[in-house]
């Protein structure tokens, strides 16, 4: 019969519901969050290292100048005579400066790099988190009121109950279509006062 309802129970499609109102916040939480993060990274390295690494540069010159300004005033002192410990100072003041230029450009090649790996992966991450919030939230309205017409359903078919029709094979279908024919005779089977 095809004006039928085939549904067994609402209790189903409800429960179906609620598991997708649950998916539904969990990974638009974890969606989010894995924006935010990309967001996090590519600020922490073109700002807080890249400024960070700058300004250990700039430090480290000026303790090399510093030292480099004692050696010489050292050297051409008549009184003193250049010590080992600030040929030390000035040697220690180079490697310490190649380490945060080295530094320094390694962050900018990292930030170039990240920009050309994370940003299309972001990219993708980004119509799957307006699928969560949006199409999915539709779906959720859906189901709601499919819960709703099918209870209406129910209460105008005075089941009084959740479950609607019980599942039936073809041939209990066929049956029940035979036993309402025989319980509701047509006018040409009236005339004849019999059945035919």
């Not at 050297?75 to 080992?84: C, D, E, H, N, P």
């Not at 709703?148 to 019980?166: F, R």
Request: aromatic share 6%; with cysteine; net charge neutral.
């Amino acid at each position: 019969m095809a004006d039928r309802a085939q549904v067994t129970s609402v209790e189903g499609i409800e429960a179906f519901r609620a598991k997708l109102v649950l998916f539904t916040g969990k990974s638009r939480a974890v969606l989010e969050e894995v924006l935010d993060q990309v967001q996090r990274t590519r600020a922490w390295l073109e700002n807080n290292q890249r400024s960070h690494w700058d300004n250990e540069c700039r430090r480290c010159k000026r303790i090399l100048e510093d030292a480099q300004q004692e050696l010489f005033s050292a050297r051409l002192s008549q009184l003193r005579t250049q010590s080992a410990a600030q040929i030390l100072a000035v040697e220690r003041a180079k490697r310490a400066l190649a380490f945060a230029e080295d530094k320094r450009t390694a962050v900018k090649r990292w930030s170039r790099e990240f920009e050309l790996r994370a940003e299309p992966l972001s990219k993708e991450v980004e119509p799957l988190l307006t699928f969560v919030t949006t199409d999915l939230a539709k779906a959720l309205a859906y189901l709601s009121s499919v819960v709703k017409a099918l209870e209406a359903y129910a209460a105008v078919q005075g089941l009084g109950g959740t479950t609607l029709v019980q599942p039936t094979t073809p041939a209990q279908d066929e049956e029940r279509s035979l036993d309402s024919a025989a319980a509701d005779p047509s006018p040409a089977q009236t005339a004849s006062g019999k059945l035919l």
